[in-house]
Structures are given as C-alpha cells and as structure tokens.
C-alpha cells in the first residue's frame, strides 16, 4: 500500500482548524539568506555538422546522462492532424532503429540499467540518454541510432494511437482537466495551435508517412543542442561525440519561428456543465507575456501576493475568511518564447459558485487600487526567489536551466538579472504592474460544475455565459492491440514476479501500513502519521493523525463513511470514487485480476480496468520494480500525480517500498517514510468497518 487520499485528508484537515489552531502568522517567519548561485564550468563546442554541445564533467556518482533539445514542437502540428509531433517523438524511441525494433533495444538497455527516451513538448523536442559509466560507449551508440534513424514501425505508430484515443476518451473525467484545457482554449482562441487540442478525426489522420515527414523536417544536426553531464573527462567525451555524429551530415532549411499568439479572446463567463460533481472547479484570467518583459519579476512578486499559498490575500479571504473556496491560487505564467497567461485557479462549494467570482474580482480590483503592505511585498519577494533558486541547487539542474535558456535566446546570466530585479521590485511597482498588466475587462472565467447547485445564476455577474460542449470533446475507448496487450502482460509479469510472485500476492487476504507523511511547505507543512488498511475483497480504511485532531475514511467499495473532529457522515461519491482507485492501484494487487487492460511502450506499464481507472509504471530495468508511478485521480482536480519510489524491503515475503517522494502538478508534494508493513494479520471486518 501507498501513501492515500493525502489532499483530501489535508483539505479536510484545514477546513477543521478553529482559529486557536491555526500555526503563527506567516509574518513571523524568518527566510535566511539565499545561496549565490554559481554557474559550473562548461565545455562548449559545435560539431561540423552545426550541432551545438555542451559538456559539464560531475564525478560524484559513476553516470552519464544526456539530453538533446530539437526546436521542433507540437504548435508545428498541422491544423487538421494535431497530435502529430506527440505520434513522433513517442514512437522514436518505442518504434525502434532501422537496424532493430524497440522491444530489441528495450531488451538491451533493461540489462545494462540504462535508458534511451523520446518525446516532443509544445516547444521543443527532446531525446534523452542515461547510463553507468562504463556503459557510456554502448548507450552513446543507441542514442545515436535513436536520434539519426529511428524506425518508426508500424506497429508501435498504431500503439501510440490508440492510446491517445484512450486519452480523449478520459479527459472530461476530471473537472479540473476540463477547466484547464477550456481556459486554454478560451483564452489562446482556435486560430493558433496554443487553442487546439487533439480529437479523435485528427488523431485518425495520422499516418506513418506523416510521421516520417516531421521528423525529417525537424532532426537535423544544426537544429539541435546535445548536453552530457556525468562522470567523464570533456576531452574524451568529445571526442567520443564527434566520432558518434560524424556522418550525420542531414541539411534542411532553418526551422521557422513558433506561431505567434493571436489574441482574440472573448472575455466572458464559459460552463462546462458536469452533473457528477459536488464542487466547481475553475480558472480565471487573461494572456500575460513573457520572461523578458522589462516587469516580469514584479509581475512575479505581484501574483505570489495575490494567490501564492496559505499566505496570500485570495487564500485568506476567499478560503479563510468567507468560506468559498477548497482551494485557490494565481500565477503570472510567463513564456520562453510566447505569451503565457495569468490565471487564478481553484475549486469551490457548487452553492457559492457565483460570489467565489464575485470575490475574486474584488480582490483583483483592490491590488490594481492599493499598495501591498511592506511585510507582504517582503514575503513574496523571499517566496519567489527562494523558489526560483531551486532550478540551480545542482549541477545537472544548472546546466539544463542553462540548456534551456540557450535554446530560448536567453543569456546565461539571466537568473542573476532576475533575482537583482526582483530585490529592486517596490510597492510602488506592484501597485504600477497591477494596474498596467491586470485587466478584469479581459477575464475569461471557465467554471465545470453542476449549475443546478448554484446559488445564484452565473448570468447575476453581469457577464455573458458561453455553454461549452463537452461533446465535441468525447472520444471512443480504443482497445489494445494484441502486441501491445502482450507485450503489457510480459511486463506485468515481470512486476508480479519482481513483488514476490503472483501466488504470494494472490494469497494476500488483509494488509496493514503505518506511516510518516512530511507534506512540502507548500502544501501546509503538516506532518502526517498515518494508517491504511484493506482487507479483502474491497474494504479500505485510512486514518490521518494531523496536530489537530484525527481523519478516517472506510469504504467497502460502495459505501462507508467519513470521520473528522466535527463528527462521522456517509462517504460522499467523489470521495468513494477517489477511495475505489487507491484500492485499484495497492501495488500488491495490481498485477491481479482478468479484468486489467495492459499496454506497455519500453520500461514504462500502463494498466487499467472497465472502470475507466489507470496508472503508469515505470520499472527497473534491472529489478523490474517500479521505480515510479503516475496517474490523474478522481478528486485531484486533472492534477497529474507521480510517486517516486525507494528502499524496497520485504515483508512476509513481499517487497514494498519504504520512501516514496510524491509530485503534484509537477511540485513536490510530500514525502512519505513507511514504518511498518504487515499482511494476514488476521484483520476482521468488524475492526475495518468500526467508527472512531
């Protein structure tokens, strides 16, 4: 078992706080100096074919790991083929060379511990390699070959296909992946690829001759930036690099520059009707610009004020103090290379649906008005840079930031430029950015929930209402092919046997896990002492010791109840359906049952059930046990969650992780210490399904 319904237990956790509870005021809280940054030294050089490379020498640990960046980038998919540059840089690496298919470099690379990965970003493409040192010659050679002459099988081009059918069949299952994606779209507008999103037709349109086709236009040696990092001399490393590259001699015209942002959005109010849900999640906001405005770092400073956490004015109004909100914040989402957008984002009770609106705008109009406090403006000011600084607490993040800056035109001092700008930002300057930037006339504001809850009639803000179709976003569920459904049975295989053994986890009748859960200051900091238990077939209790007082949930699959200090009610649906998918996704049962849907694409196994439930793995090569697992949860809002897995010990013949690090929405989360594991201890029903 693993870590469970840690949002929630914390959501519910801070709604229980009285005012004695709550911890000392933000203001008391002391930031110590932050640490300069120093850049490493770097090896810089470009190859005769135009290929630019980079190389930074790191002897702490025996690996070599390496990234190549190509300006390529799903905004070049054609308009009626989106989803193109994914099929692409997907099936580089699973769909083989032209000398050997994926599953034969899968084989190779899983018994020398290394991997080779491909996939292409809105922006930019990417091909990745990470090996033991003295694997470096033989992992440098399949990197090579995946980069200058990938395969493109057939058969892997159909598998990648159809999971991203699999994908548009999902994705209105989570508001808050609906509400991000329609906001996009709202504010991008449909005449720029920033608006589009994939569809069944074009999906469908895709074809092997496509792909080849953006690949060629796109890798070429001129049109890439190689970074290694590692345990090696850069001497020999170069010389292995022009030795490797030497006769990939490609030429194609400059790659023209990404589409620009047309911005022609229609301010106003957009439903995506949901009846299933309890809350509304949503996302207000408009365009904002990019890294080199001249007042991003105020603009940056002003947004951390705004909605930057338990300390922000949206949080202590709309959350604290009139109740609305679950959850809330802002962000200036700043671009590399294009316009980002500010966006105030969150969920809140269905019935104050319309005043969590009317709060927020008031709250928008009172920073574009009155200057910040001085201990607000400090605050942030330390918040913003003691986050920023964590891009470049390693060598290997340093060179990537600089990788990435590189690639996008910018010079490598610029974090220095930043963080003296930042010092500089006054009140004065919030109150000026506010003003200037902030434009409430251009809110688009999307909202998925249940109108029918409401208390008050969108239409009662004075703004038009939009419908938004959720139809038109529906997809078909697209069923695995027989050599992916093979090739995921192997796979699964392999990690049942890595656990223990099927027949040991099958003879699992009860299950119980203790554990310390350490939440990231951004999430409250709290610290967790936690119980989970299951007991066959479906009954599912957790309890959450918080300074506070004490969470349980029970669940037997269809029904249950929920315990907090203010008393015990019946399990609300969103809540049985969150409790249903921890007990899915208990790693000592998912490699059972005939009702698993299984795919598999390298090192990485997805599984999933009829229920619509899935989940990622990606294992050892080696051991075969997860090294980590992603998945987007009922209740997490769309959030995409992964959970970093170490420490495996036995017990009752069992492996379980002992660490796990989890990630939300690409942010720490928490970190997770299990104290104890036990199974058939001879729980009954009667213990599991009796209330505090």
Known sequence: MRTILLA????????????????????????????????????????????R???????????????????????FDPADKVGLATVTGDTMRAGGTGSRSGDQ?????????????????????????????????????????????????Q???????????????????????????????AVYGAKTPYGWDMTDATIDRIKREDVVAFYKRYFFPANIILAVQ???????????????????????????????????ATPGIYLATKPDVTQTMFSIGHLSGTMRDKDYPALDVMADILGGGFKSRLFQTVRSKLGYAYEIDANWGAGFDHPGAFEIAGSTKSASTADTFDAIRKEVAKIRTEQVSPQELETAKQ???????????????????????????YPDDFIFQYRANVDKVTRADILRVAKEYLDPSKFVLVAVGNPKDFGKPLSSLGLPVKDI??????????????????????????????????????????????????????????????????????????????????????????KGWAAAPQGTVPIPPAQLAQVNFEVFRLLFRLP??????????????????????????????????????????????????????????????????????????????ADVTVTGVTFNSGLTAEQIIKQP
Do not use: C
Request: charged share 20%.
């Open 155 to 185: 058969n892997r081009i159909d598998l990648i296909i159809r999971q991203l059918h699999g994908a548009v069949a999902r994705r209105n299952d989570e508001p808050r992946g609906i509400s991000q994606r329609e906001f996009a779209t």
């Open 469 to 558: 179709d959720l139809n038109q976003a529906d997809g078909k569920p697209v069923a695995a092919g027989p050599e992916d459904s093979a090739a995921g049975k192997a796979l699964l295989a392999k990690l049942a046997n890595a656990l223990g053994g099927a027949d040991k986890l099958a003879s699992v009748k009860d299950a119980t896990q203790t554990a310390t859960v350490q939440l990231d200051q951004t999430a409250g900091g709290l610290k967790i002492a936690q119980t989970s238990q299951w007991l066959a077939p479906n009954h599912f209790r957790q309890e959450n010791i918080l300074p506070f007082g004490k969470i349980a949930t029970y669940s037997d699959g269809a």
């Open 592 to 669: 059972l049952g005939d009702d698993r849907v299984v795919s598999a694409a390298g090192s990485k196994l997805t599984v999933s059930d009829k229920e619509g439930r899935s989940v990622t793995l990606t294992l050892d090569p080696a051991s075969g046990l997860p090294l980590s697992e992603s998945y987007v949860a009922p209740g997490s809002g769309g959030a995409a969650v992964e959970e970093v897995y170490s420490d495996w010990k036995e017990s009752g013949g069992i492996k379980t992780p002992r660490v796990i690090t989890i990630s939300q929405g690409g942010k720490h989360f």
């Open 53 to 75: 490379v980079y190389l930074l020498e790191d002897h702490n640990l025996p690996l070599v790991r390496g990234t190549a960046l190509v300006r390529t980038g799903n905004l």
């Open 105 to 153: 470099i899968d084989e190779q690379l899983e018994n020398i511990a290394a991997s080779v990965e491909s996939s292409i970003d809105e922006s930019f493409g990417r091909v990745t390699f990470s090996t033991l040192k003295e694997r470096t010659d033989e992992v440098l050679g399949v990197f090579h070959d995946v980069l200058t002459d990938p395969g493109f099988r």
């Open 383 to 409: 918040t913003v840079m003691n986050s920023f600084v964590f891009n470049f607490d390693t060598s290997a993040k340093t060179l990537n930031r600089l990788l990435t800056y590189r690639y996008y035109g």
């Open 8 to 51: 929630l237990a914390v959501s519910a956790a801070v709604a229980a706080q009285q005012p004695a509870a709550i911890p000392p005021s933000y203001t008391d809280l002391k930031f110590p100096p932050l640490r300069e940054v120093q850049l490493p030294k770097i090896t810089e050089f470009t190859l005769a074919d135009g290929m």
């Open 230 to 264: 590692g345990d090696f001399e850069a001497g020999e490393m170069r010389a292995k690099i022009e030795k490797a590259f030497a006769a990939w001699t490609v030429q194609q015209p400059a790659v023209p520059p990404f589409p620009k942002v047309d911005n022609t």
